[in-house]
């Protein structure tokens, strides 16, 4: 089970971007995220008459390592590390370190 997945409230703990918050886009296979409007890198391309692209500078979201991010806890506003438990009824869940609260329902 994964720390941090799509669709989660991560913060930029370190590099360019830090202290940006988004939510995750995609998470690749090699450690790597795609988080919502941070960090950010402009790309230029040809125009592509078969697709009917247009070219120009288009600005994009790069993959963050997945260690440069953190989960965003809203009960204290901060970032908090993930820990991991085992409910009663078997399931296995990610809480917040930092006051026990469960993420996921």
Do not use: W, Y
Not at 12 to 21: D, E, F, I, N, P
Not at 54 to 75: D, R, W
């Amino acid at each position: 089970m994964k720390r941090i997945r799509k669709s989660d409230e991560v913060i930029v703990v370190a590099g360019r971007s830090k202290g940006l918050r988004g939510n995750v886009l995609r998470v690749l296979n090699n450690d790597r995220l795609l988080v919502e409007n941070v960090n950010m890198v402009k790309r230029h391309t040809k125009p592509d008459p078969n697709r009917q692209q247009p070219g120009g500078i288009l600005e994009k979201e790069a993959p963050i390592h997945i260690s440069n991010v953190a989960l965003f806890n809203p009960a204290t506003g901060a970032a908090d590390k993930v820990g991991f438990k085992h409910l009663d009824d078997g399931r296995k869940v990610r809480v917040f370190r930092s006051n026990g609260e469960v993420v996921d329902i």
